[in-house]
Each structure stands twice: as C-alpha cells, then as structure tokens.
C-alpha cells in the first residue's frame, strides 16, 4: 500500500506554486533526443514537407522555448550537465569516452528521496560505454553506447535482453516507458527519463518511413558554400542570399574540415550524399515525433496529463550545411542550439514563447523547483519554471556561455569557449594558429561575416572576451580536465593507433 500521506505536503506545495488545486501529484516526463536542431520542427515553417505533429501540438498547446541551448554540443557533456545541473567544466565529463568521476550527484536522486518512482529508458551514454544500471533510477532500460537503430540488445534492470530481430529502438524504448507507467499506482508520483538514440547519424529510420522524403526538397544554408569549389556545388538546392559576407573571416580549421569526416564535401569518408543524409535525418526523427505522441495520448487516457509536465529536448544541434559542416561540437547556432518544448494543460498555457534564454544546466533545477525540491548547492543552473507561466525573472540570465575540448577521436574541431548576447556571438578558437570569431546576430543571422577584424566592433570584441573569461574563472573552468582514455581517431588521413 502507497502512503499518501507522505507526499501530501510536498504535492501541496508544489501544485499550489502553480497556482492549481492540490488534490493529485505532479508527474513529470522529460523526453530527450539526441542531435536534433532547433529548427527542425514543422511549425517552424523551416523545412518545406517536414512533419512533426506532435512537437507543433506542443507548441500549440504549451510553451516553445525558443533560445534554449546547451553549454557544449556533445552528447556525453550534455547529458552529463542535463542530469547534473553543471557546466562540462565542473562535471569533468568532457568527451564522450571519459569515466564518470566520483561523487557526481544526479538529480532522478533527489526525487527518489521525495517519494518518486524514477524510470530510465534508452541512450545513457555518459561517461562510459557499458550499460549499467545508474543512480537515480527504479526502473532501468538502456544499451552500450551509441546503441543500434534495430534488432537492438538492452540491459534491463542489469540484466542483458536481446530485442526482437527487425524491432526499431525508438518504438521498444516508447513502449518500454509506457509499459512501467502502467505499472505504477495512481497515486505513486513519477519521473519518466524516456531517452532517444534518434536522431544520431548514421541516420536509420524505421521501416515505415523509410524514403518517406525521397521527393523533400533540400533547403540549405546560405554558408554552405562560403569555401566551396565550383565542383562541389550542387544544382537545384542552393539557397539565394545577400547578406553580409567575409570570406576573409572564415577560421583556416572550419576551411579545411569541409573536406573531412565532418564536412560535406567529404561526410564519413564519401559513404554518402548529402541530399541522401539529409532527407535521412527527416525521416528518422519521425519516429522521435511519433514517441512524443504515444506518451501524451497514454497520460490523456490514464487521466493523468493535467498534472503531468512534459518536457522535450535536444541533447545538440546538428549541422547540416553551415559553414560547409556537419555534425556538432564546435559553437555555432545549429550546434549549440536545441529544440525546448513544455506541455501541460494544467500548469501551462497555449501558445506560450519564452524568449529568455535557457540551457541545459537548467533542466535539473526546474524539475527540482517543480516538485518543490530546493536547488542543490552544487547546481549552476537556474529554474525557469516562472518563465513557463509568462512570468519574469529577476536577473535572468542576458547571455549565455560555451564550451568544447578537443578530441583525439574527431580531431578536425579545435578547443573551443564562446558567449552569446541576444545580439553578439564571440567565438575563442583555443589551442591553435588561427583566428577567433565575432558575429552579429541581428544582421548576420547565418554567422557569415567575422567582424573580429572589424575597426569598429573591437570595443564589443573585447567586452565579450573579458566575460566569456571572467565566467571561466568565476565557475572553476581556467584549466582542461584531460582524461587518459583509449581512442580510435576518425581520420581518413591518420592510420596509426598512437
């Protein structure tokens, strides 16, 4: 039997803050995706055909955060400061391969110690390559690494469990979530962590929607062809541009990584076309849409939505295009910049834009603040939960800063620390001979014209240099936390192993 009691003056509390009535618990459900850009959603009205129902609904029906971002594009470091509520730098987990280190609390935590039932299902991915059971979690369903799109393999509840041949892991995940809600009392107040390997490349969508977008037109970025070669344009998708451009502002790494792993001009060593990953990606974050609507439709039929939140998120951006480049990692829009959505019919109201920004630092303090947990000491994020209600915030944050530490696996992007205005991008590009970055948003959207060089914009320059370093100095982050790993490098032109 469920003691009721125990939860009574915590759900008081936290219903109440909302401004409702305090007769049922507050669930929360964060859904995350993995490499998915912020403006690839159909209400956007960026991608011509693309279709995203269940994201538009949300936007519809709740709030679309639209400058959310992370501090650094990287799947492991992301997750790792989603969970944590701290920044790479302060978590330590700054690649994808590294060892979690000791002593690193996740918030799932603090709401078991509340009375939360906690559930973890799909792509941990952090800090380790197995698929251990983690702390924080009752309910354990996820799998090694980057995991397989099909016929997958899960560890659950420390136990390895081979999936059905030709079964697609965005649907098992889905209704592995769906299935422990089931099991849970009604009165039993829950956090569901239902955590998707869509989008990541190489993209394989399900069957059902496989060539789905054979006939999408391809939109790409004006910057795209900032350094290309007669030869590597291509005919029909290019798209008309007459902004602002430098092309003398273009850093010499982004030059050559065009032709690389991680530029279109060569993506993964030639083993596909760019209209092909494209349209790709479009059909594979179909699926990711689709989990977003099974979730919601089983808390409509429950009866359980009206004191639920959910929550969607990228755990990255993901270029296609920009600056000649794909992937993530270094620190423009398409990269550091996520997909935030917020529903509840309840807590939240239609058509809801928050304009603030926010990070992924802040995810962890506002499911705490919602279920009226105070913010951990060690949390450097803040709750933007009055934001969803169309409040202010006192002091919110005006900027936001950024950070990325080289890899030996993927060497083509360098170091790199940024801040950004809602006006001003200033890029550090460190460890290298080469020149940094400054953009000016409201003019030059696309991140086409460095005005580092520019007489006039050294004063701004300077001011955005001294914060992006006051704030690395002020949070612990004037040195590299190295880690001693073994990895393979992906480098068409690198054969050796050390």
Request: hydrophobic share 35%; with cysteine.
């Amino acid at each position: 039997m469920r003691k009721i009691g125990l939860f009574l003056g915590l759900f008081g509390w936290c219903v109440a803050a909302l401004g409702q009535s305090t007769d049922k618990p507050v669930n929360v459900v964060f859904i995350l995706s993995d490499d998915h850009r912020y403006d690839f959603m159909g209400f956007m009205d960026k991608v011509p055909n693309l279709e995203t129902p269940n994201m538009d609904r949300m936007a519809r029906e709740g709030a679309h955060l639209q400058h959310a971002f992370v501090s650094t594009a990287l799947c492991s470091p992301s997750r790792a400061s989603i969970l944590t509520g701290q920044y790479a730098h302060t978590h330590t987990i700054v690649d994808n391969n590294a060892p979690l280190p000791e002593g690193l609390t996740f918030f799932p935590q603090y709401m078991q110690e509340k009375g939360y039932k906690t559930g973890f299902f799909g792509k941990w991915h952090m800090g380790n390559e197995d698929s251990g059971v983690q702390p924080g979690f009752d309910q354990w369903v996820s799998f090694r690494g980057q995991g397989v799109y099909y016929s997958p393999t899960f560890n659950i509840n420390g136990k390895e469990i081979k999936q059905p041949e030709g079964s697609y892991t965005t649907d098992l995940l889905t209704n592995y979530a769906i299935d422990w809600l089931g099991t849970l009392d009604r009165d039993q107040p829950f956090f569901l962590y239902l955590s998707h390997k869509g989008v990541h490349a190489e993209f394989n969508p399900a069957e059902r929607h496989r060539g789905s977008y054979h006939d999408m037109p391809i939109v790409c970025p004006p910057s795209m062809y900032l350094t290309a070669t007669d030869s590597s344009r291509r005919v029909g998708i290019e798209t008309p541009y007459d902004g602002p451009v430098n092309l003398d502002g273009i850093p010499d790494w982004v030059r050559k990584q065009r032709y690389s792993w991680h530029g279109v001009d060569y993506m993964y060593d030639g083993q596909i076309v760019f209209e092909d990953f494209y349209r790709q990606y479009c059909e594979t974050l179909r699926s990711v849409d689709e989990s977003i609507g099974s979730v919601i439709a089983w808390l409509e039929k429950e009866g359980l939505a009206e004191n639920t939140l959910v929550l969607y998120m990228g755990d990255n951006g993901f270029l296609l295009g920009e600056q000649g480049l794909i992937d993530k990692r270094n620190a423009y829009e398409a990269s550091m910049r996520v997909p935030l959505l917020a529903w509840s019919p309840k807590f939240i109201k239609p058509h809801t834009r928050v304009d603030q920004m926010v990070m992924n630092v802040d995810i962890a303090p506002t499911v705490l603040d919602l279920v009226g947990i105070k913010k951990p000491e060690q949390m450097q994020g803040y709750s933007f939960l009055p934001l969803l209600q169309g409040k202010s915030i006192t002091g919110w944050r005006e900027r936001v800063f950024y950070e990325y530490y080289w890899e030996w696996a993927f060497p083509q992007t360098p170091t790199i620390f940024a801040v950004r205005t809602d006006r001003y991008k200033y890029i550090f590009n460190h460890g290298l001979w080469d020149t940094n970055e400054l953009y000016d948003l409201q003019s030059d959207p696309y991140e086409m014209n460095n005005l580092i060089r520019d007489a006039g914009s050294q004063e701004i320059a300077g001011q955005l240099k001294k914060e992006l370093w006051d704030w690395m100095a002020s949070t612990g982050g004037m040195q590299i936390p190295l880690k001693r790993i073994e990895q393979k490098r992906i480098d068409h032109r690198y054969r050796g192993t050390y």
